[in-house]
C-alpha cells in the first residue's frame, strides 16, 4: 500500500521527496555516494557475503530498514510498500546524490518478481524478507550444454517422488553459483512434453549432490560456474507454481532477467566517461578533451546514454501502469548491452597502451582491460542479441517471417 495519504496527490509527492532527501542525505554514507572503483565495491549479501567496509554494511541496513531495497513491494515481505510514483522520486533522489545501490541481487531483480507473482503465500513469507535483507544470495540454473537459446530442451529431471523431487543433471554459466546460498532452477518433470514437461523449483545450493565448477574467462576472472546435481532432495513445498507450469514462470522472470542485464547500459552512478576522459588525457587550450574525435565519440555516447536512461525510465511507467509491450525487455537487453560495450571501447580507447595492463597495482589488476573483455558476453547472456533482434522484428515490429 502507498504511503500517500493526503487528498491532493501532488503536494503528498512533494513531501514525499523532501522527506526523501533528507532521509537520504542524513543515512547514506559519504563513502556510499563514491563511484565504484571495483567489483569489490558490490555488496551481494548472502551467508558468507563480506562488506568491503562497514560502510556498506550500514547503508544495506538503512536502506532494509525502510523497504528501500525493493521500494515497491509489499511491506509484509519486506518491501517499502511504494507507489510508482513514489518509487520513481526515490530513484531520482538516489541518483542526484550519487548514491550505490545498497543491494545487487538476482533474487530481487529476477527471483522476486517471479514469486510475487507465483509464489505460494508461505513462499514469499519465507523468501522475500531474505532477499530484501540480503541474507540469501541466490543464482540462476536455466542454460545447459546443449540448451541455451533453445532453452525448453533442457535436460536437467527431476523424478518425483511423492513429497519431493530428486534432481539429476547440470546447468552452465551459472553466475557467481559458487557463492550463492539458493538456486531458482528449470527442471524436466515430463519428459514427453517439451514446454509443458518443465518445472520451476528453489533449493538450498548447500544439499548433499550440489557441486560447482568455475569456468575460466578470456577476462581471467571467472563470475560463470557449471553446476551439477547428483541425486538432490527438493521438497514439494520448493516448486513454485504448477508442476509442468514452469514455463511461464521462466517467461516472466526472463523479461525482468532482460531489463536488469540492459539496465547495464545505465551507468549514471559511475564517474561521466567526459570527466574520466579528461582526467586520463587532459584539456586544451579552450578547456575541451585533448583529442577532438575521441571528444565526438563521447559526446555521442553520453548523448545516446541520457537517451536511453529517459527509455528505461518511459518503460518502467508503462509498465507499472500496466501498458508496456511483453517484449519491450528485449529491445532493453539489447540496446543495453550494445551501450555498456561501447562505453567500455571508450575506456580502453581513453586510456590507451596504460589500459592494456593486466596485473599491475596501478591498475587494479588490469581492471580496464579485464572489464571491457568482460562486455563481450553482455551481448549473449540473457538471450544474444540475435534472438533479441528476432523477438524486437517479430512482436514489436511485427514483420513477416521469412
Known amino acids: ?31 556510499m555516494r563514491q563511484p565504484m572503483t571495483s567489483e569489490d565495491d558490490v555488496c551481494w549479501g548472502g551467508r558468507n557475503g563480506k562488506f568491503s567496509s562497514p560502510a556498506q554494511r550500514q547503508w544495506l541496513q538503512a536502506m532494509a ?34 548514491c550505490r545501490s545498497p543491494l545487487s541481487s538476482f533474487g530481487i531483480w529476477m527471483l522476486g518478481p517471479a514469486l510475487l507473482r507465483f509464489g505460494t503465500e508461505a513462499q514469499k513469507l519465507e523468501h522475500l ?51 550463492a546460498d539458493w538456486i531458482f532452477c528449470l527442471v524436466r518433470t515430463d519428459a514427453a512434453k517439451k514446454h509443458t514437461g518443465i518445472s520451476f523449483v528453489l533449493f538450498d545450493m548447500a544439499s548433499p549432490g550440489v557441486s560447482t565448477k ?17 541425486d538432490v532432495r527438493v521438497e514439494k513445498r520448493n516448486l513454485v507454481g504448477q508442476q509442468g507450469g514452469g514455463w511461464d514462470v521462466a517467461k516472466h522472470l526472463l523479461a525482468h532477467e532482460r531489463e536488469m542485464i540492459g539496465s547495464i547500459g545505465d551507468r549514471e552512478a559511475a564517474k561521466p566517461l567526459g570527466q574520466q576522459a579528461a582526467s586520463a588525457l587532459g584539456l586544451d587550450a579552450t ?10 565519440q563521447i559526446a555521442e555516447f ?33 540496446y543495453g548491452a550494445e551501450l555498456n560495450k561501447r562505453r567500455w571501447e571508450l575506456m580502453m580507447a581513453m586510456g590507451g597502451t596504460d ?4 596485473e599491475s597495482d596501478r591498475s587494479r589488476h588490469g581492471d580496464v582491460a579485464r572489464t571491457w573483455l568482460r562486455t563481450k558476453a553482455n551481448s549473449i547472456e540473457g538471450g544474444t542479441s540475435e534472438v533479441q533482434l528476432n523477438i524486437i522484428a517479430k512482436r514489436i515490429l511485427e514483420l513477416p517471417n521469412v
Open 129 to 179: 524478507p531474505k532477499i530484501a535483507r540480503g541474507e540469501i544470495r541466490w543464482c540462476q540454473g536455466y542454460s545447459e550444454p546443449n540448451a541455451g537459446s533453445d532453452l525448453a530442451s533442457l535436460a536437467t529431471r527431476a523424478e518425483d517422488r511423492g513429497d519431493h523431487f530428486i534432481v539429476n543433471g547440470q546447468k552452465i554459466w551459472t553466475s557467481y553459483a559458487n557463492h
Open 355 to 358: 589500459a592494456l595492463e593486466w
Open 1 to 31: 500500500m502507498s504511503t500517500l495519504t493526503a487528498t491532493d496527490p501532488t503536494t503528498d509527492l512533494a513531501e514525499f521527496r523532501r522527506d526523501t532527501r533528507a532521509w537520504l542525505e542524513a543515512n547514506c554514507p559519504a563513502e
Open 214 to 230: 568455475p569456468i575460466q574467462l578470456i577476462s581471467g576472472k571467472s563470475p560463470f560456474c557449471e553446476t551439477f546435481f547428483d
Open 302 to 334: 553520453e548523448c545516446d546514454e541520457s537517451a536511453f536512461r529517459l527509455a528505461l525510465e518511459r518503460a518502467g511507467d508503462m509498465g507499472r501502469a500496466r501498458q508496456g509491450h511483453p517484449a519491450v525487455s528485449s529491445m532493453l537487453k539489447y
Open 65 to 98: 530498514s525502510r523497504g528501500w531495497t525493493v521500494p515497491t513491494w509489499p511491506q509484509a515481505y519486506g518491501g517499502g510498500g511504494l507507489s510508482g510514483e513514489e518509487a520513481k522520486i526515490l530513484a531520482q533522489e538516489l541518483r542526484a546524490l550519487r
Open 287 to 296: 578547456g575541451r578533451l585533448d583529442d577532438a574525435m575521441l571528444r565526438a
